[in-house]
């Protein structure tokens, strides 16, 4: 009889769902006055003879079983173990905690602004891969081989094993013109390259951009890094002018970096553009290079099938970074690559 009253105690506090329903079991087993266990003492007082000692220890063995059974279930419901329905789940006063979301990478917010006011200027989007051959890095760029930009230590060429099968590499890889005679292929070193990717598939008139990833084996320092990112732009049409490339990066640069600012051109050279210049913009008192630009040259537009004689045009490059870092007052461009949160929280 003791053991059915242990076992109908624990069932009954583990059905409990409610710190209630547990105090109306408590009542109804551990009760002072009239609980099933004070009834099971009363009934101790009808044994009699040698089994009397034995009912004794018993009984309290059940009635610490009992007790400890109902503790624990207690504990259960304190700490939250036990789910009571009815019980308020949390407490909907307290200050929630703010989840962390991630956001855009400065450079990424810098190229879909830099998109937005170039798109405003009339200049749609152009794409090229990151891996690319000789012919659309350099070749039809008017860079020929013995030129000193080709030299392998100021490039990142990539082995190409011949017989390896170049799918393996199909994902970033060129898809058109496998025309450099030496077969090699390199990370691209300037989005000029997309230039000539978007002139071998489109005929004049040309109004592109493109924004990308460059690489080159610099040694990083408060302005360089080995891996950076260049704005290209690329305007092809009939009777443009030196003054019309000006006119472009003035408005750009004012529109990007405030009113105040000033475009400067010095007099330069690229092979793929004649005449060419170097663009600088003030920060201040002084004068930080941004990019090169200049009119293409003829040789780029027979390249890629365009009649010197019938069309013209100006491309630029720009680096983002230095844009980037303008605009925020950044100092060390490798800080943009570090990813140390508490800087990139702050765009
Ligand atoms: C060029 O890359 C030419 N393709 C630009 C061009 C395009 C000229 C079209 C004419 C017509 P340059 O090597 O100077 O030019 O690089 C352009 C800009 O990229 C630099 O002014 C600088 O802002 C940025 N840049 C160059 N090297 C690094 C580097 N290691 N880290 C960060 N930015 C760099």
Not at 31 to 54: E, I, N, W, Y
Not at 105 to 130: V, W, Y
Not at 210 to 225: I, K, N, W
Not at 244 to 254: I, N
Request: glycine share 8%.
């Amino acid at each position: 009889e003791l053991e059915q009253l242990l076992a109908a105690a624990q069932n009954a506090f583990a059905a409990a769902k409610s710190a209630d329903a547990l105090e109306a079991a408590r009542i109804e087993f551990l009760g002072a006055k009239s609980g099933r266990l004070k009834a099971a003492q009363k009934g101790l007082g009808q044994v009699t003879g040698p089994d009397k000692p034995g009912a004794g220890k018993r009984f309290n063995e059940v009635k610490q079983a009992i007790e400890a059974a109902f503790a624990e279930i207690q504990q259960k419901q304190q700490t939250g173990e036990v789910v009571d329905p009815h019980a308020p789940r949390f407490d909907i006063s307290l200050p929630g905690i703010r989840p962390r979301i991630g956001r855009l990478h400065p450079i990424s917010q810098t190229i879909d602004e830099l998109k937005d006011i170039m798109g405003r200027l009339g200049f749609s989007i152009a794409e090229g891969p990151e891996i690319e051959d000789e012919w659309h890095n350099f070749e039809a760029l008017n860079i020929p081989p013995e030129h000193p930009a080709r030299n392998p230590l100021d490039n990142f060429y990539l082995q190409v094993a011949e017989t390896t099968h170049p799918v393996a590499v199909t994902a970033h890889t060129a898809t058109t013109k496998p025309t450099s005679p030496s077969g090699l292929m390199l990370l691209r070193s300037q989005t000029s390259t997309v230039q000539i990717r978007t002139m071998e598939t489109v005929k004049p008139p040309v109004r592109i951009i493109s924004l990308g990833r460059v690489y080159r084996p610099d040694e990083a320092d408060a302005t360089h890094f080995p891996m950076f990112h260049q704005m290209e732009g690329l305007l092809i049409d009939k009777h443009v002018t030196m003054a019309d490339l000006k006119s472009v990066l003035r408005m750009f640069a004012t529109t990007y970096l405030g009113r105040d600012v000033h475009v400067r051109f010095r007099p330069s050279f690229f092979p793929f553009t004649e005449p060419s210049v170097e663009v600088d913009m003030s920060w201040g008192e002084r004068w930080i290079e941004f990019g090169g630009a200049g009119m293409v040259d003829p040789n780029v537009l027979r390249a890629v099938g365009y009649d010197p004689e019938e069309v013209c045009g100006f491309a630029f490059g720009l680096g983002i970074e230095r844009l980037c870092m303008r605009r925020h007052c950044i100092t060390d461009i490798r800080e943009l690559y570090k990813n140390d949160v508490r800087f990139l929280e702050q765009f």
